[in-house]
């Protein structure tokens, strides 16, 4: 879930650093890993999910030498202005995941947003999608900022640049720091990159004056609450809200609500985890039946289909979908077409926002039902 507010460092000791880089990867991206692994240092790589699909063997290395991969849009928007003209900021979150995940080494994943501009209203229209928002943790903002790309810009040299850093690291005597391992949006700019000297050059004068890095993941206060704050609700319809009774699932009026965590397996397959670290699963023996599973297993996998507005239709192991019965309102595995599965939607647990969907909406939806069920009586 985001932050409708930047979050930072503050709660770094003194000499504590944590460094960052952003808009990767590029071709600075690993040699910059693998030097700061030499020196026992993990950075946070924020990367452009269109330059991550193009090179997947870098973050395979990232990976590998312990540093964490991060989700930093997928083309790079202003977000705010972004969200002001209708753009999808759901999909930037979204499509940036879809290549990053399995390089990702924990269920949280980092997010930072270009240029670090952010408002309440992206938070919020994030937050409305459960793959948008769910085990994301942001926006991750800075102390130190990334001024290398803007002496990179103005032709100023690599001393200059360690230099502006070491005044700011300084002053300040702790902070998240920004550097650029790629540029995102300024073609003329990347040939002069030189941040991989930078940080060749100014790490280890650092370490000499005593500083000490941590990760991104090691920074006290930072995520604490991430784990609440990931948990959601389900409802199903008519303002029913799923609830586990007896090893399996009922959509309830007036029950206590249930609480629960999505798990992705990649390959667009998750897993539905209970507040008992449970999941909801098909029965081995009797696929149509949902129970409770104590692992994840092709069982307890589902195809997660998105819906507009914070919903969702999942696909089980038997090719069926999950739907609500009628005459007890359990959650059963029996709807063979898409047209017969339950649509869920999601609320946070912390979230005071919950989407109404609007008159105009509906009629809109209406007439879109309309329009389906012509074509399927003029197709015959």
């Known amino acids: 879930m985001f932050h409708r507010d930047n979050i930072n460092g503050q709660n770094l000791k003194d000499k504590q650093l944590c460094l960052t880089f952003d ?3 590029g071709v600075h991206t690993l040699p910059i890993a693998l030097f700061l692994n030499q020196l026992k240092i ?12 193009d090179n997947i063997d870098v973050l395979v290395k990232i990976k590998e030498l312990g540093h964490i991969v991060a989700n930093h849009t997928f083309e790079h928007p202003d977000m705010p202005y972004y969200c002001s003209v209708n753009g999808d900021v759901q999909d930037q979150i979204v499509r940036t995941n879809s290549v990053i995940r399995p390089y990702v080494n924990s269920e949280l ?6 240029y670090g501009k952010w408002s309440a209203e992206v938070a919020d229209e994030l937050n409305e999608n459960l793959k948008s928002s769910v085990n994301l943790c942001g926006p991750i903002h800075w102390e130190i900022p990334g001024i290398d790309c803007h002496y990179w810009n103005i032709g100023n040299s690599v001393e200059q640049a360690i230099e502006a850093y070491l005044i700011e690291i300084n002053k300040l005597q702790k902070g998240i720091i920004v550097m650029h391992d ?3 949006d300024m073609g003329i700019v990347k040939p002069k990159n030189k941040t991989y ?16 890095f941590v990760g991104l993941d090691q920074i006290d206060g930072l995520h ?3 784990s609440e704050l990931n948990s959601f609700y389900i409802k199903s319809s008519s303002n029913r809200w799923v609830s586990e009774v007896d090893n399996q699932f009922y959509s ?3 029950e206590k609500y249930s609480t629960f965590k999505l798990i992705e397996n990649g390959n667009g397959k998750v897993s539905i985890k209970t507040a008992s670290n449970a999941f909801i699963a098909v029965d081995e023996n009797k696929l149509n039946q949902v129970i409770i599973s104590s692992a994840i297993n092709q069982y307890s996998m589902f195809d997660y289909i998105p819906i507009r507005y914070n919903g969702f239709m999942l696909r089980s192991y038997n090719g069926n979908y999950l739907n609500i019965e009628n005459k007890d309102n359990r959650m059963v595995a029996s709807a063979q077409f898409m047209r017969q599965a339950t649509v869920f939607n999601f609320k946070s647990v912390h979230s005071k926002i919950e989407r109404k969907v609007s008159v105009s909406e509906r009629l809109r939806l209406f007439k879109k039902g309309i329009l389906f069920v012509k074509s ?3 197709s015959r």
């Open 23 to 25: 808009d990767g990867p």
């Open 42 to 53: 993990r950075a946070t790589f924020f990367v452009v999910g269109k330059y991550a699909a």
């Open 109 to 114: 994943v980092y997010f930072r947003a270009p």
């Open 182 to 184: 790629e540029i995102a």
């Open 197 to 212: 000297e930078l940080v060749m050059g100014l790490i280890p004068k650092l370490i000499e004056m005593g500083y000490q």
């Open 224 to 226: 604490d609450t991430e």
């Open 252 to 254: 309830l009026r007036n």
């Open 376 to 378: 399927k009586l003029f």
